[in-house]
């Protein structure tokens, strides 16, 4: 079983940008898939992006393509989320997730939730 640690969250006004972490441990992520989903107050979770460990193969939602960008960093084990030219409506519990499928249709290994709150 994966476990995963969000960190990284923060109030940031519009436009900013922030960095999420997402450490794995319990296994290497060789053959996984990372990906982040986000939560809105009233909304359901969401996809936002993944990465398929192996080959660094990405895909993003697309209200985040552009803006987004998830990396790795195969020697700590730990994936990140770059946000650049947040919105007010990327407010959201963001969730690091993991799984041994691609696309990450159902992960098998969910973080806590890191909040990020974007103020105008």
């Known amino acids: 079983q994966v476990q995963l640690v969000e960190s990284g969250g923060d109030l940031v006004q519009a436009g900013g940008s922030l960095r999420l972490s997402c450490l794995a441990s319990?296994?290497?992520?060789?053959?996984?898939?990372m990906g982040w989903f986000r939560q809105a107050p009233g909304k359901e979770r969401e996809f936002v992006a993944a990465?398929?460990?192996?080959?660094?193969?990405?895909s993003y939602a697309d209200s985040v393509k552009g803006r987004f960008t998830i990396s790795r960093d195969s020697g700590k084990n730990t994936a990140y989320l770059q946000m650049s030219s947040l919105k007010v409506e990327d407010t959201a519990v963001y969730y690091c997730?993991?799984?041994?499928?691609?696309?990450?249709?159902?992960?098998?290994?969910w973080g806590q939730g890191t909040q990020v709150t974007v103020s105008l």
């Open positions: 997730a993991a799984g041994p499928t691609w696309p990450l249709n159902t992960p098998r290994s």
């Open positions: 990465l398929w460990w192996t080959t660094g193969t990405t």
């Open positions: 319990g296994r290497t992520m060789r053959g996984y898939t």
